[in-house]
T-cell receptor, first 113, second 117 residues
Framework: KQEVTQIPAALSVPEGENLVLNCSFT??????LQWFRQDPGKGLTSLLL?????REQTSGRLNASLDKSSGRSTLYIAASQPGDSATYLC????????????FGRGTSLIVHP | SQTIHQWPATLVQPVGSPLSLECTVE??????LYWYRQAAGRGLQLLFY??????ISSEVPQNLSASRPQDRQFILSSKKLLLSDSGFYLC????????????????FGEGSRLTVL
């Protein structure tokens, strides 16, 4: 059974820092890995999707990498801003016909001015 | 473009009352549909998923049920709410199937906050 772990559970940093959020998974037979952002009281917004054949994806100040062999993905946030404050979740979808992604518990990020 | 709508956004219901949350997807056809619950301080819990009209799979035993009366409509229901049903309910969709053009990306609605008193 796939297990997804996100470390750290919470993070508080000053504005301007470069951040790395971690996501690890136990079964490397994945179809894709997706990073989400969730603001308080809101739904999940898709940030980046990495297919199993890809190593990384970039969108603006965000860069997500994938290392299937070690069961890890990292979300890199450059030059953090207070508006980046949110909970970040990763989800892994298994290859071979499963429609069900497995979610991590998320990292709660606070960027203070 | 595709959009997903959930309603109501907020609901306060007494214990023992019925529940109906509705989710619709626009701009796509034959989607996979999902209902998740997010309780305070806990992770996302998959409740139901559907790969087609009338095809519902339940992930956890509970007093909730789901129906898919139309291709892009997914409804979460209960006949009698419990206090433990309080939480944030999220509907999601993804493209069905494993075609090469299907990235498997998952998209969420804005959520429905349910408080059972």
């Amino acid at each position: 059974k796939q297990e997804v772990t996100q470390i750290p559970a919470a993070l508080s940093v000053p504005e301007g820092e470069n951040l790395v959020l971690n996501c690890s998974f136990t079964d490397s037979a994945i179809y894709n890995l997706q990073w989400f952002r969730q603001d308080p009281g809101k739904g999940l917004t898709s940030l980046l999707l990495i297919q199993s054949s890809q190593r990384e994806q970039t969108s603006g100040r965000l860069n997500a990498s994938l290392d299937k062999s070690s069961g890890r993905s990292t979300l890199y946030i450059a030059a953090s801003q207070p508006g980046d404050s949110a909970t970040y979740l990763c989800a892994v979808r298994r290859e071979g016909g499963s429609y069900i992604p497995t979610f991590g518990r998320g990292t709660s990020l606070i960027v203070h001015p | 473009s595709q959009t997903i709508h959930q309603w109501p956004a907020t609901l306060v219901q007494p214990v023992g009352s019925p529940l109906s949350l509705e989710c619709t997807v626009e701009g796509t056809s034959n989607p996979n549909l999902y209902w998740y619950r997010q309780a305070a301080g806990r992770g996302l819990q998959l409740l139901f998923y559907s790969v087609g009209i009338g095809q519902i799979s339940s992930e956890v035993p509970q007093n909730l049920s789901a129906s898919r009366p139309q291709d892009r409509q997914f409804i979460l229901s209960s006949k009698k709410l419990l206090l433990s049903d309080s939480g944030f309910y999220l509907c999601a969709w993804s493209v069905r199937g494993y075609r090469s053009i299907n990235t498997g990306e998952l998209f969420f609605g804005e959520g429905s906050r349910l408080t059972v008193l």
